[in-house]
C-alpha cells in the first residue's frame, strides 16, 4: 500500500507497507526491453463479453492480476499457472482453482466481503493488455477452492503496454491443468 504521484519521470510511487506474494506459481520471463514507439498505438476496444480471439488467449494465459477491494483496502495479487488454468466456460464466465500459496488470502477475504473484481491479462510479446471487470465468488468443494469471474466490461488496448518479455519458462510448482 503507498500513494502514487506524477512526477516529471512518470509516477513516483511512495511505499508504506509491503509484504511479498507467494513466487511458487511466477513463470520466469526474460525483459526484451521497451518499444515506447509503439506504446498504445491502437484504439481501445471495450465490450461486455470476451470475443472468440479474446476467448482464445484468455485460455492460452499462464499469469494474470485480480484486483479486489474489502473493508481495509485494495489488493492486487498474481495468479500463476500452466496454460489452461485459467478457464474460459463461456464468453462472460471464467474460473480458476485457488492453488495454495502464501496463506493470507487477502484476495479470497476481499471477494467475500465485496465481490466485486478486475482482472489484467497481458500478452507479454506484444504489449496488448486485456482488462475484465466483473463479479466474483469462491466456491469451496472437495476438489478444493475455485474462483468463479463473471465479466461485465472489458478493454483491451493494443501494445498497450511498452514493455516486451519473453516466452516463458513455467514454474516447476505449477500443478496440471485440467
Same mark, same amino acid.
Given at each position: 500500500n503507498g500513494?502514487?504521484?506524477p512526477s516529471a519521470r512518470g509516477v513516483t510511487i511512495e511505499a508504506e507497507q509491503v509484504f511479498s506474494n507467494c513466487p511458487k506459481y511466477l513463470q520466469k520471463r526474460e525483459w526484451y526491453g521497451s518499444d515506447a514507439a509503439g506504446r498504445g498505438t491502437g484504439t481501445v476496444r471495450h465490450g461486455e463479453a470476451l470475443t472468440p480471439d479474446q476467448l482464445r488467449r484468455v485460455?492460452?494465459?499462464d499469469t494474470f492480476f485480480v484486483a479486489s477491494a474489502g473493508p481495509d483496502g485494495v489488493d492486487t495479487s498474481?495468479?500463476?499457472g500452466n496454460p489452461g488454468f485459467l478457464r474460459a466456460d463461456a464468453p462472460r464466465e471464467l474460473s480458476w482453482r485457488d492453488y495454495p500459496g502464501n496463506a493470507m488470502f487477502l484476495t479470497l477475504g476481499n471477494?467475500?466481503?465485496?465481490?466485486?473484481a478486475g482482472l489484467l491479462l497481458l500478452d507479454w510479446e506484444t504489449g496488448t493488455t486485456l482488462q475484465l471487470s466483473g463479479l466474483a465468488h469462491t466456491e469451496y468443494g472437495p476438489e478444493g477452492r475455485v474462483t468463479r469471474f463473471r465479466v461485465?466490461?472489458?478493454a483491451e488496448t493494443p501494445a498497450? *503496454? +511498452?514493455l516486451?518479455? *519473453? +516466452?516463458?519458462e513455467y514454474s516447476p510448482a505449477n500443478?496440471?491443468?485440467a
Open positions: 500513494t502514487a504521484r485460455r492460452a494465459a498474481h495468479r500463476g471477494l467475500e466481503a465485496d465481490g466485486r461485465e466490461r472489458t498497450g *503496454s +511498452p516486451r518479455w *519473453s +516466452p516463458p500443478p496440471a491443468a
